[in-house]
């Protein structure tokens, strides 16, 4: 049984440019959460969808934006990308408190 | 709002001798709270978890972690570390009550086994 699928690992993009990263969940999952990991820090909560919908979200500017799609796959887009913006994207799916998180998105800008 | 401490931002250990990794949260009931491992470029997996009942809860790897409600904290421990235990930890809490399921995670603490 697969677990959560991030695409790509690695990408570099350019300040000003848009970004999309995508998850797929883990069968039998039906959230999907982001979080944010910058070097040397722990991840940091951005959202979390649940039936198509945003759920919750943390203190994040509305430059990150996200999308569950019916089979409870997630994209992350990022608009208007600053430096501070490389991070470790990682994914979560989780169904009630068990989370099974994917190995994240490496984004660089430059 | 909920926020955790890890007070250790680099460990040491000899490859056999005990661990213990403290983790100090800030919430206004009894959280869920959880322990998590890092590898290099990998993602988070979990170690263990407590929701509720004993205080004392066992996880995989040999990992143990205790809940102390008077003190606020929920410490990692392992008896005997293994070089391959080399890594980085997170604790984090989740909130019992609404319907987000959101992890609030410490800074880490990195972990160095030495042979």
């Known amino acids: 049984d697969a677990g959560v699928t991030q695409s790509p690992t690695h990408l570099i993009k350019t300040r000003g440019q848009q970004v999309t990263l995508r998850c797929s969940p883990k069968?039998?999952?039906?959230?999907v959460s982001w979080y944010q990991q910058a070097l040397g820090q722990g991840p940091q909560f951005i959202f979390q969808?649940?039936?198509?919908?945003?759920?919750q979200r943390g203190n994040f500017p509305d430059r990150f934006s996200g999308h569950q799609f019916p089979n409870y796959s997630s994209e992350l887009n990022v608009n208007a990308l600053l430096l501070g913006d490389s991070a470790l994207y990682l994914c979560?799916?989780?169904?009630?408190?068990?989370?099974?998180f994917g190995s994240g998105t490496r984004l660089t800008v430059v | 709002a909920q926020s955790v401490t890890q007070p250790d931002i680099h460990i040491t250990v000899s490859e056999g001798a005990s661990l213990e990794l403290r983790c100090n949260y800030s919430y206004g009931a009894t959280p869920y709270l959880f322990w998590y491992v890092q590898s290099p470029g990998q993602g988070l997996q979990l170690l263990l978890k407590y929701f509720s009942g004993d205080t004392l809860v066992q996880g995989i790897k040999g990992f143990e972690a205790e809940f102390k409600r008077s003190q606020s904290s929920f410490n990692l421990r392992k008896p005997s570390v293994h070089w391959s235990d080399a890594a980085e930890y997170f604790c984090a809490v989740g909130s019992p009550s609404g319907s987000a399921r959101q992890l609030t995670f410490g800074s880490g603490t990195q972990l160095t086994v030495l042979p």
């Open positions: 969808y649940y039936e198509e919908e945003e759920r």
């Open positions: 979560a799916s989780s169904s009630g408190w068990g989370y099974t």
């Open positions: 069968s039998g999952h039906d959230t």
